[in-house]
């Protein structure tokens, strides 16, 4: 059973830095790519950045493009998302999610993932 465990969201103020961590267990190999997708209050879910494990190529939406960068640990199976200078626009909730058993396919899209986590909150107050 794979599980995804998304941890170190908060509330910070605007021009500040979280660090999102997402946790697999469930699989002894590496995922094709994860992402970090984000919901806030009255909107769909938005995709936020991707990365691919093979190579560690990473995707990034235009707004998020010099503030964040998304990474991962092959030992430990978790990806995290460095997030700085914080907008009150980031406010959201954030969500990790996984694909495995592929070794091509986009990364972008919310069904380009078949795993997905809890989600964690993250608060920028404006």
């Known amino acids: 059973q794979v599980q995804l465990v998304e941890s170190g969201g908060g509330l910070v103020q605007a021009g500040g830095s979280l660090r999102l961590s997402c946790a697999a267990s469930?699989?002894?190999?590496?995922?094709?790519?994860s992402g970090w997708f984000r919901q806030a209050p009255g909107k769909g879910r938005e995709f936020v950045a991707a990365?691919?494990?093979?190579?560690?190529?990473?995707y990034y939406q235009d707004s998020v493009k010099g503030r964040f960068t998304i990474s991962r640990d092959n030992a430990e199976n978790t990806m995290y998302l460095q997030m700085n200078t914080l907008k009150p626009e980031d406010t959201a909730v954030y969500y990790c999610a996984a694909k495995w058993g592929t070794t091509t396919g986009q990364v972008m899209g919310e069904y380009d993932y078949d795993y997905w986590g809890q989600g964690t909150q993250v608060t920028v107050p404006s």
């Open positions: 990365i691919r494990w093979s190579d560690s190529r990473t």
């Open positions: 469930g699989r002894t190999y590496r995922p094709y790519a």
